[in-house]
């Protein structure tokens, strides 16, 4: 085979290369991948977790073809799961899909769904435009909390049985939480935008913790890209985590400096799900 044709084959292969396997991060904190020749591509951090890291693909002398990382799903228990490593800090998360009693998961629902004061607000974009959210939002908390625009009034006459949910998680977390805010989307039609949640009410490195209950949906990050990259997240690392009815997602750590998260629409039929984010706010 001439030289020219051995070039032309490479760059055939390579841009014909199969799509990558999903990878799945197990329980216990490891990296499980379906493709051994993969693991060369991730690092390890002192604490023995896996770190994603961007991939790239020789395709013909001097030049390379940018791929985007696999996603990484997260299915099962996970105590300590580690997402990046930043000069910001550790971005770490923890899921527990089975942390509220299986049997009482539809009465809990059925109560957050009557019993909260369930409104449709607006956004207020930079411009000055406004947008009815496509979610319906409920608020408790000890302190006013502003996001997207949005002014929430402090309201401490929280519901016994979001106060029930804000003692167990925070005798599994040992933080004390004194606000939350609720989510119900409708159906496959709701869904949040990519955001983090930054504002600076809540601190530096926040800790928030979200119960679902209800529907699944899947729960999207994605880690943000260097300043040279633009905003463009094309080869970002991306994370899904089906949330499942009755569990617990914690994310602490640089988690909000580092990533965006969201909700997506959907396309097929959903019922609805109620999700509870529980937060610390300090006084501006
Ligand atoms: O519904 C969820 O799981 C996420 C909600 C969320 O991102 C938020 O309230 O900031």
Not at 144 to 153: D, I
């Amino acid at each position: 085979m001439s030289s020219n044709d051995k070039r032309r084959r490479a760059r055939i292969q390579g841009s014909w290369a199969p799509p990558q396997p999903r990878r799945s991060a197990a329980a216990g904190g490891q990296t499980k991948t379906e493709d051994a020749s993969e693991v060369k591509h991730q690092s390890r951090t002192s604490f023995g977790q896996s770190i994603p890291e961007q991939r790239f693909q020789y395709v013909d002398q001097g030049q390379t073809k940018r791929e985007q990382p696999p996603d990484i799903w997260i299915e099962h228990e996970n105590e300590d799961y580690i997402l990046s490593d930043e000069p910001s800090g550790i971005s770490r998360i923890r899921y527990y899909p089975k942390f509220f009693d299986e049997q009482k998961l539809d009465n809990m629902y059925s109560t957050l769904k009557e019993k909260l004061p369930w409104e449709q607000r607006r956004d207020v974009k930079r411009n000055g435009e406004s947008y009815l959210q496509p979610r319906l939002t409920a608020w408790f908390g000890d302190l006013p909390y502003s996001y997207s625009g949005v002014t929430l009034e402090a309201y401490s006459n929280w519901n016994p049985l979001v106060a029930e949910i804000k003692k167990k998680i925070e005798d599994k977390t040992k933080l004390h939480f004194n606000s939350v805010l609720g989510n119900l989307y409708r159906n496959e039609h709701d869904g949040v935008e990519w955001h983090a949640d930054d504002e600076p009410s809540l601190g530096k490195n926040p800790t928030i913790a979200s119960v679902t209950f209800g529907e699944r949906r899947t729960f999207e990050m994605r880690k943000n890209p260097p300043p040279e990259e633009k905003g463009d997240y094309t080869y970002q690392q991306h994370v899904k985590i089906p949330l499942l009815p009755g569990s617990l997602l914690i994310m602490e750590g640089a988690t909000q400096v580092d990533w965006q998260h969201r909700i997506p629409k959907e396309y097929h039929s959903k019922g609805p799900r109620i999700n509870l984010t529980y937060r610390i706010i300090y006084p501006q």
